[in-house]
């Protein structure tokens, strides 16, 4: 079984559409995260939940609007999406907040806005 | 703010060698650090951390990270390389997020991709 699974895998899409990529994790974790990760590499944290509660946001543009319906998902959706959007998305969880449980990640989900 | 450096882009290495992948961190406080692979199309995966206690740390597939808290070091190290150890690996430390309240995030550096050459 697949701890993290995130859908869609690729994603396709023109400039201004309304988007949504779904997680699940299956660890029974209580802490879960966004990342995103540009065209070099780099990664980034987007928001992090923990049961349900926004933890952090790092000054993601409010077209980004996380929901965590319960502690075993955390979906992402994104309003008036733009060329800069283009990333892969990858959704992961940990055991919970504290900093030293490892992250687990999702096979991530690849953004192209047209 | 607390960070990771990885100094080198590419790390080529002949099988069978030993191979390190360089990583740097500066902290405000103890360091939680840790190390994570990712293969072409998928997401990062765990290999080993350092929190406290022996500075050699060993992890999965046979990699192993020295913790040196005066060159505020942790190279990841592993005796003999594979070809199928070729991938992108990423140094990563734990901080505290302004954003958060004080909550703690992991932060990564850029990735050091890794050629394990036949």
């Known amino acids: 079984d697949t701890a993290v699974s995130q859908t869609p895998k690729y994603l396709v899409t023109q400039m201004g559409n309304d988007k949504s990529i779904k997680c699940e994790q299956n660890l029974g974790h209580d802490t879960m995260y966004w990342y995103k990760q540009d065209s070099k590499k780099f990664l980034k944290i987007m928001f992090s939940?923990?049961?349900?509660?926004?933890?952090i946001n790092e000054t993601v543009p409010n077209r980004f609007s996380p929901k965590s319906p319960d502690k075993a998902h955390l979906n992402l959706h994104i309003n008036s999406l733009e060329l800069g959007d283009s990333a892969v998305y990858f959704c992961?969880?940990?055991?919970?907040?504290?900093?030293?449980?490892?992250?687990?990640f999702g096979n991530g989900t690849r953004l192209t806005v047209t | 703010a607390q960070s990771v450096a990885q100094p080198e882009d590419q790390v080529n290495v002949a099988e069978g060698n030993p191979l390190t992948v360089k990583c740097t961190y500066s902290?405000?406080?103890?360091?939680?650090l840790f190390w994570y692979v990712q293969y072409p199309n998928r997401g990062l995966q765990f290999l080993l951390k350092?929190?406290?206690?022996?500075?050699l740390v060993k992890g999965s597939y046979g990699f192993e990270a020295e913790f040196n808290k005066s060159q505020t070091s942790f190279h990841l190290k592993k005796p003999s390389a594979l070809v199928s150890d070729s991938a992108l690996y990423f140094c990563a430390v734990r901080e505290i997020s302004a954003n958060s309240g004080g909550y703690q995030k992991v932060t990564f550096g850029i990735g050091t991709k890794l050629q394990v050459i036949p």
């Open positions: 350092y929190i406290t206690g022996d500075n």
């Open positions: 902290v405000s406080g103890n360091p939680y």
């Open positions: 939940y923990n049961n349900k509660e926004l933890i």
């Open positions: 992961a969880s940990s055991q919970d907040l504290r900093g030293n449980s490892p992250l687990h």
